[in-house]
């Protein structure tokens, strides 16, 4: 019986990683809630989660950034577990899912700006694992050799996307990579709470320059670029409520815990928000280098996620197109981007909050359209033999409207940009104060609420309607 477990599960792994974008079959959906929870729990740790956190303070003090990551995580975490929950139900990846509410072509949207930010994660990861492993291996023994960091790492990250999710979860996290992230992330905590006094950080406050909703935006951020990602690991579930449960509740511990490392290194340590001072700073204070290695472990995940991912997005617009090479293309683009990269580190809260702008709305729209309008079910042939082949532009002017409000709120991009639309949305409604911080609930929430209230405007007049395209 043993015996025939094991094959059993060698063909399994054999032929999921690479399964193309049709519904799962059900002989693959084995991954069960605690299994998508080791993996999301994993996913939601790293480096850059600590550098998103190390940017909270000290504009904010210790109180208030720990009640932004709170809020951030739980209502950032949301709208990961319910596409996941949808990822789990119907069998198939993130951007197929776009195909019933924006058209089939619509979909390539989606597709192709999330191509763009799993490449531009990739080269993140890969340009951040590189340059801290380069800066352990000069400590200990002397070697100064970034590129060759960069192309181990890209290496390492590519054969994991290779594997697949099911082999990664089982046969590399769940026996390996998850402990040693945890027990790392232990001792990082347990050092670093008895490195200050945390009364006095309790009772300081902050300096300014970050109001706290921008803040708690910042923390959404990360939670929300996992979105497009979402699906196409939680398609091989065994089932939605394990789906949903385990994304939920392992992301958002995760995110909450590293994101408080963050703003702690900062505090307690003095640490830059920068990849390479947040890691050396840990070598420094709870452990050497050896501490700061096992936390690639972890980030080693992220970076096979982007990729493999990236091959999604690519054959929702290409299905024929085959998988294991575009990840061996995506691992060497990411690469390429990465070895130019010279200061990643300015540009990663711009990142931040211009995946919020654009995927956040888009969630409206999708959830208004799945869960609601069409009562969180769309089928097979609604995604592949009865899709509508054109773009549905109406679904699109929910997107576009919460993607203004987002950028109203949090203007992100080149100033042609923020002038002209602050000079357009003063035109049109006159308002008595500036663009910048136009809500006081920073861009998340009124950007979702705009686009979900919108969908269900505007789509359910197009079906009363019986229009087309």
Do not use: K
Not at 47 to 55: E, I, R, T
Not at 177 to 182: S, T
Not at 309 to 323: D, I, K, T
């Amino acid at each position: 019986m043993a015996s025939v477990t094991r094959r059993l599960e060698d063909v399994i792994e054999r032929e999921a990683p690479a399964w193309g974008i049709r519904p799962v079959r059900p002989a693959l959906r084995t991954l069960s809630g605690v299994d998508l929870g080791v993996l999301w729990g994993d996913l939601s740790i790293g480096l850059l989660v600590m550098v998103s956190g190390a940017l909270l303070v000290p504009a904010l003090g210790l109180r208030q950034a720990l009640l932004a990551i709170g809020i951030g995580s739980l209502i950032g975490t949301v709208p990961l577990a319910l596409v996941g929950l949808a990822g789990a139900r119907e069998g198939v990846p993130g951007m197929v899912l776009f195909r019933p509410v924006l058209g089939l072509r619509g979909s390539y949207l989606p597709s192709a700006i999330n191509l763009v930010q799993l490449v531009g994660w990739t080269a993140f990861e890969f340009w951040a694992m590189g340059r801290v492993a380069n800066a352990v291996a000069r400590d200990a023994i002397g070697v100064d050799a970034p590129f060759l960091w960069l192309v181990a790492v890209a290496i390492v990250c590519t054969a994991l996307a290779l594997g697949g999710p099911i082999l990664i979860v089982r046969r590399w996290l769940e026996r390996f990579g998850i402990w040693v992230v945890a027990a790392v992330a232990v001792w990082i905590t347990l050092r670093l709470l008895t490195a200050g006094d945390l009364g006095a950080l309790w009772s300081r406050p902050g300096v300014g320059g970050l109001p706290f909703w921008a803040a708690v935006d910042l923390v959404i951020a990360m939670p929300v670029s996992w979105l497009p990602l979402v699906a196409d690991f939680n398609r091989f579930a065994r089932g939605e409520r394990g789906s949903a449960a385990g994304t939920f509740w392992s992301y958002a511990a995760g995110n909450a815990w590293f994101y408080t490392l963050g703003a702690l290194l900062v505090l307690t340590a003095g640490a830059a928000p920068d990849v390479l001072d947040i890691g050396t700073t840990i070598a420094a204070t709870v452990g050497g280098g050896v501490v700061l290695l096992a936390l690639l472990v972890g980030e080693s995940d992220q970076a096979m996620a982007n990729i493999y991912s990236s091959a999604m997005s690519l054959q929702n617009v290409r299905p024929n197109l085959p998988q294991r090479p575009l990840i061996l293309v995506l691992g060497a683009t990411g690469l390429a981007i990465a070895a130019v990269l010279s200061d990643a580190a300015g540009a990663f809260e711009v990142f931040l909050f211009l995946i919020g702008s654009v995927f956040v709305p888009l969630f409206g729209v999708f959830a208004a359209d799945y869960f609601v309008l069409s009562r969180g079910r769309y089928g097979e042939h609604a995604m592949f033999d009865h899709v509508d082949g054109t773009i549905r532009w109406r679904a699109l002017t929910p997107w576009a409207a919460g993607f203004v409000v987002y950028q109203w709120c949090v203007p992100t991009g080149p100033a042609w940009w923020i002038d002209g639309l602050e000079r357009v949305v003063h035109g049109a409604l006159h308002l008595p104060f500036p663009l910048i911080g136009g809500s006081p609930f920073g861009a998340s929430v009124p950007s979702f609420l705009v686009a979900f209230a919108t969908t269900l405007l505007v789509l359910r007049r197009r079906a009363a309607e019986g229009e087309g395209g």
